[in-house]
């Protein structure tokens, strides 16, 4: 997809998903066989339900189907939130994730594995899971010092809820 037609596509739909209470988060033009797909990517501080999903969808549909956007040809159009192991790139999807288990790319090297505890303007509280029995320690993470940072899938993972009561106690 050209810049220009993802430009084009962000400045007509970006104004509808923010009508809807939702960020415009990626839109993605792949060709599969002979039609075409239009992934719009959306979320927001509180989640993107089913029904959000629909009235955003429906929203979009119609804006494209009396626009040229997306020419003439046939295309389907397919919204969704950023899944599970989502890619943390903006700040507001590190406040998002706060709570999480995410692993960090580091710029210097190497890589972390850390529950984001706090976010600020400058970086992140981190809390470093103990190895072999140890206690979790703390750590301060300058957004500089992150150059890729990925939402990991906990089966086991405490809600916040379950984490207040321990610290509680």
């Known amino acids: 997809m050209s810049t ?30 002979r039609k075409r797909v239009l992934r719009v990517v959306v979320d927001s501080d509180t989640g993107a339900d089913l029904d959000r999903i629909a009235d955003v969808s429906r929203a979009l549909s119609a804006k494209l189907d009396e626009s040229d956007a997306m020419g003439q040809g046939e295309y389907t159009l397919e919204v969704g939130t950023p899944g ?36 600020d303007d ?8 103990g190895v072999k029995g140890r206690k979790a320690t703390t750590r301060r993470l300058a ?13 086991n993972r405490k809600d916040t809820k379950d984490m207040k009561e321990e610290e509680e106690a």
Request: negative net charge; hydrophobic residues 45%; without cysteine.
């Open 84 to 119: 599970a192991e989502r890619l943390l790139g903006e700040h507001r999807h590190y406040v998002r994730a706060t709570g999480r288990l995410v692993k960090f790319q580091l710029a210097e090297g190497g890589e972390l594995v850390a529950r984001i505890l706090g976010v």
């Open 143 to 155: 957004f500089p010092d992150i150059s890729r940072a990925r939402v990991q899938v906990e089966f």
């Open 4 to 33: 220009t037609q993802s430009e084009r596509l962000r400045e007509l739909l970006e104004p509808l998903v923010q009508a809807q209470g939702l960020d415009l988060e990626e839109i993605a033009v792949d060709s599969v066989g």
């Open 122 to 129: 400058e970086g992140l509280d981190l809390e470093v899971p």
